[in-house]
């Protein structure tokens, strides 16, 4: 692949190169250069930390605009599970998805019902198959993302399964082009996201060559327009047929709640997600079956795009659910089998690794950097502290093999020569050519009575 697509975008205008966001970027993917950061696009996973991060809003999200349905004949919104926790309890996930039809869309399908419709593959795929265990949750696009750059051995362990925002763009256009006649190509499917990785999954998918998902919306924006019509009148048929287990997928811990099934381990936060998947590379964790792993803290509650306190977002997810109760997936089980057989629920293709630090072309150049590198990191202090540019002692090293930086970037390193250059400097001002050296007088006289004597 020649150029990776990032909805994570840097206005260089605000970056004041304070490097907040250097130490918080999970794959080392920023630099500050000429007192501006830098983003390294092949380690880039768009997490979003460092939108979280940076104290000049410099790094934002790149999402579509609501003036993109205009190019489609008919329009179907995709509101994430996380999207009724941005909504207080005196609302309803009814009065929610008629709100939605209020901003411009032409129908809804909640991919709440499409995340219970993965959580059955899942567990279908868990009862059914051999795999490498753990399997890791392919739901959270970051998370795969950060495999591919940082855990490349652990890709076999991927559930190769569709997300559910995936499966919710298939089954909806799949709907609307039974109710309207219309072909999927004048379908928009419109996805409402928490953050900033889904944006990328869907311009740039791995596992298949395109995505179902037209457009990619902001939450907080939609949010924004959405709750100005909480409470307009409606005729026309119920919206919501979710189950609670569905919504629930909203916050860490939902999506292994539907699964259900083998040993179920749960994980929030892109560094904690880097702890166990370094224990998965060691082997440490071969009895648990299934990983849910999510890059935001609290899961998609916690997303750079969401307007509400992630807390009090689980506690309205919390609500939402019970409003709906434990009514039936919205597919049959004859229904969810036929689909997965028929391969309607996997990947077309194998998720490749992402090479992120090729030193060379030539593989005995490149073992002779790797050995500069090595040297490099013990003649720096290897105290992280950031100032050079680099998040890591280790990284900066990295980078002055590359001829990406010098060692002079250390204030350290600089401080060294600067007092070594300052000691040379003195030396050399005592120096005086030979011609010009004044006679010491006590020596002269000496001279002069050996003279005499002779």
């Not at 309803?92 to 059955?120: C, I, K, Q, W």
């Not at 860490?252 to 224990?279: K, P, Q, R, W, Y």
């Not at 990947?347 to 073992?367: C, F, S, T, W």
Request: one cysteine or more; glycine letters at 8%; a negative charge.
């Amino acid at each position: 692949m020649g150029r990776y697509f990032h909805s994570v975008t840097l206005d260089r205008d605000k970056c004041k190169g304070c490097t907040n966001c250097i130490k918080r970027c999970p794959t080392e993917a920023i630099r500050v250069r000429e007192g501006k950061a830098v983003i390294f696009e092949e380690r880039c996973v768009d997490c979003g930390e460092c939108i979280r991060a940076c104290p000049n809003h410099a790094k934002s999200a790149l999402t579509d605009k609501l003036d993109r349905l205009s190019e489609f004949d008919y329009t179907v919104a995709l509101p994430a599970p996380s999207f009724y926790g941005q909504f207080r309890r005196t609302s309803t996930p009814e009065a929610v998805l008629r709100a939605l039809l209020a901003v411009g869309f032409d129908d809804v399908h909640e991919v709440a019902s499409a995340a219970s419709a993965v959580a059955y593959a899942v567990r279908t795929y868990i009862r059914r198959g051999e795999y490498k265990k753990p399997l890791i949750s392919s739901a959270c696009p970051a998370v795969v993302r950060l495999i591919q750059v940082r855990f490349p051995s652990l890709l076999d362990h991927i559930v190769p399964i569709e997300s559910p925002m995936e499966i919710a763009a298939r089954f909806a256009k799949e709907a609307a082009s039974r109710k309207t006649g219309l072909p999927a190509g004048r379908i928009g499917a419109f996805f409402i996201s928490p953050c900033a990785a889904k944006v990328t999954a869907a311009k740039q998918p791995v596992g298949r060559s395109t995505s179902a998902v037209d457009g990619v919306l902001s939450m907080s924006e939609i949010y924004g327009l959405a709750v100005k019509h909480l409470r307009d009148p409606y005729e026309g048929p119920d919206l919501q047929v979710a189950a609670a287990s569905g919504i629930r997928w909203g916050r860490a811990g939902g999506e292994n709640a539907e699964v259900g099934t083998g040993e179920l381990l749960a994980v929030d936060g892109i560094h904690h997600v880097i702890v166990v998947l370094g224990e998965i590379e060691k082997g440490r964790l071969a009895d648990v079956d299934f990983l849910e792993a999510q890059a935001c803290v609290g899961g998609c509650i916690g997303g750079p795009l969401v307007p509400e306190n992630p807390f009090v977002a689980r506690a309205n997810i919390k609500a939402m659910a019970d409003m709906v109760g434990d009514r039936p997936v919205p597919l049959e089980p004859g229904e969810l089998d036929r689909y997965y057989d028929s391969g309607v629920f996997f990947m077309e293709n194998r998720i490749p690794p992402r090479p992120v630090m090729q030193l060379d072309d030539d593989v005995a150049v490149a073992m002779l950097k790797v050995e500069l590198l090595e040297k490099t990191v013990n003649d720096l202090p290897n105290l992280d502290c950031g100032s050079c540019g680099s998040p890591t002692c280790r990284a900066l090293a990295e980078d002055i093999v590359r001829g990406l930086a010098l060692e002079t970037d250390c204030v350290f390193k600089l401080r060294e020569r600067v007092r070594d250059l300052a000691a040379e400097m003195k030396e050399l001002a005592e120096k005086v050519p030979p011609s010009m050296e004044q006679p010491n007088p006590r020596q002269s006289a000496n001279a002069a009575t050996e003279a005499e004597g002779a």
